[in-house]
């Protein structure tokens, strides 16, 4: 993929599910600043930071041959438009300013245009296919957001509401108990195995999103710890909209 220049920095273009992103490195680079300082920016808002939206961490043991990029063993954070957006605004010097724009302008948007090839209209049957096209990702989007509608405002009325458990929030939804946690797990918002088993992962509790109450239950083998996880209304929010992202809540209304 070419090289894109800048602020005086050539930056090679990485793709991530479908759309360009950047590294704190690259960040860095291109505004001239010290790593930790996009590091540390990130630190302290992180809890607004939407995850799969605005920011993504790629695990080690994925896939990345065909990514043309290498992820370190600790795995690698990298953020998208909205994401690098969210990140520069602490820095309100006018080069930024102006970085932020050329950044927008020649790396993100950049990659739309190079996909937005349009049809040949003076072909009537190419024409008639991409009007067809067009018409069906309408409709399917509109039924999308007429199922979504209900389940999206039920975690917006919630969303200072105390916490639930996860198997109650599934059934809310509408989504089997045992395959939303098996679906959490999988994608890493719970602890897959061990003694905190379907304990959410720290990250999605200092965002707020969960609740975990640890009682000591005494038993036949001495005292055990149990864990009783809620999700608050703020993550009940976030879930949903995960949920509908990942294709959990069908537009046919049942879930996956």
Do not use: C
Not at 63 to 72: A, H, K, L, Q, S
Not at 191 to 219: C, H, L, W
Request: proline residues 4%; charged residues 25%; neutral net charge.
């Amino acid at each position: 993929m070419n090289a894109v220049i800048i602020a005086n920095a050539e930056i090679v273009p990485i793709e991530f599910n479908g759309e360009r992103v950047v590294t704190y490195q690259m960040i860095a680079d291109i505004h001239g600043v010290p790593v930790a300082t996009i590091q540390n920016g990130y630190a302290r808002n992180s809890e607004y930071f939407i995850d799969r939206e605005d920011t993504y961490f790629i695990d080690f043991h994925e896939n990345t041959f065909r990514r043309g990029f290498e992820i370190p063993p600790r795995g690698m954070r990298v953020f998208t438009e909205s994401g690098y957006l969210m990140l520069v605004k602490t820095l309100r010097d006018e080069t930024a300013w102006r970085v932020q724009r050329e950044l927008v302008r020649n790396y993100f948007r950049g990659q739309k245009e190079d996909k937005s090839a349009l049809p040949d209209f003076t072909n009537p049957a190419e024409a008639a296919r991409a009007w067809a096209n067009e018409y069906e990702q309408k409709v399917k989007l509109e039924q999308q957001l007429a199922i979504a509608a209900p389940k999206v405002e039920f975690a917006d009325r919630v969303g200072e509401a105390s916490g639930i458990l996860i198997g109650n929030f599934a059934k809310v939804v509408g989504i089997g108990p045992n395959k939303l946690f098996a679906w959490m797990r999988d994608h890493k918002i719970l602890i897959a195995s061990g003694s905190r088993r379907n304990v959410p992962m720290q990250e999605y509790m200092d965002r707020g999103y969960f609740t975990v109450k640890e009682t000591a239950v005494n038993t036949n083998h001495g005292i055990q710890i149990s864990f009783t996880t809620k999700i608050t209304g703020r993550g009940q929010q976030w879930l949903t909209r995960k949920l509908l992202d990942n294709g959990m809540l069908k537009v046919t209304g049942e879930a996956a």
